[in-house]
């Protein structure tokens, strides 16, 4: 499995643990990796700082705020990792 696909896996395992999430964990970050939490941070770069020590940078982990999911629009470009 490519990293791409491990991150899309773990996104979607985290979107399904996020209402189970938000009711102790709400506006906190989390490192999610393996469909299952591994810590929860203050801020997105403290949780992004403990990942990358943990794991590395091609582990397929997902950094995430535990918050309700609010649609943001995104290029197919930066979607498809094709932004300059």
Same mark, same amino acid.
């Given at each position: #499995? !490519?990293?791409?696909? *491990?991150? *899309?896996?773990? #996104?979607?395992? &985290?979107? %399904?643990?996020?209402?189970? =999430?938000?009711?102790?964990?709400?506006?906190?970050? @989390?490192? &999610? /990796?393996? +469909? *299952?939490?591994?810590? $929860?941070?203050v801020?997105?770069?403290?949780a992004? !700082?403990?990942? #990358?020590? %943990? $794991? +590395?940078p091609?582990? +397929? $982990?997902?950094? %995430?705020?535990?918050?309700?999911? *609010?649609?943001?629009? /995104?290029? %197919?470009? @930066? =979607? $498809? +990792? /094709?932004?300059?």
């Amino acid at each position: #499995m !490519t990293p791409r696909e *491990k991150v *899309k896996q773990e #996104m979607e395992a &985290f979107r %399904a643990a996020l209402p189970g =999430l938000l009711l102790d964990h709400g506006d906190q970050w @989390v490192v &999610f /990796i393996d +469909g *299952k939490v591994v810590g $929860f941070y203050v801020d997105e770069e403290s949780a992004y !700082t403990a990942a #990358m020590r %943990a $794991f +590395g940078p091609r582990a +397929g $982990f997902v950094v %995430a705020q535990v918050a309700r999911e *609010k649609p943001e629009p /995104i290029s %197919a470009r @930066v =979607l $498809f +990792g /094709i932004a300059p």
